[in-house]
């Protein structure tokens, strides 16, 4: 597949029982996304405060990604977006294994926020303290 982009599109979205400032506090040092997504370089073009961030990309992927924090009950549905282009030139399985990789990357993301915010506080109870 010589000169074909490839576009890489990862959507995603959990719900985590604590409010948007804490998972923004969680996003807020460069070095957590250097943890996160260690083969993307990332800069901010907009710091949303609260409600999230939005960077360009490069490195393995070129495009822009986004954490947007909507207050939602108790707690934050965080929605993760990757809209990128996976550059070079690619075999259709190796395409779909860089997918797969990226959208399970994204769940992991949220799930080990979820379990570290959360502390294990379900849905619907006050925080402890």
């Avoid at 070079?88 to 959208?103: C, L």
Wanted: proline letters at 9%.
């Amino acid at each position: 597949m010589s000169d074909v982009t490839v576009r890489v599109d990862v959507v995603d979205e959990t719900f985590i029982v604590v409010p948007p400032d804490v998972v923004a506090t969680a996003f807020a040092d460069p070095a957590t996304w250097r943890r996160f997504w260690p083969d993307l370089r990332l800069e901010v073009y907009a710091d949303r405060g609260d409600e999230g961030l939005r960077w360009t990309v490069h490195g393995a992927l070129v495009g822009t990604m986004e954490v947007w924090l909507e207050p939602k009950l108790d707690g934050t549905l965080l929605h993760y977006v990757l809209r990128a282009d996976l550059p070079g030139d690619h075999k259709p399985a190796r395409i779909r294994r860089e997918i797969e990789r990226r959208q399970l990357a994204a769940k992991a993301v949220a799930f080990e926020l979820k379990t570290v915010l959360e502390d294990g506080r379900p849905p619907g109870c006050p925080p402890a303290g």
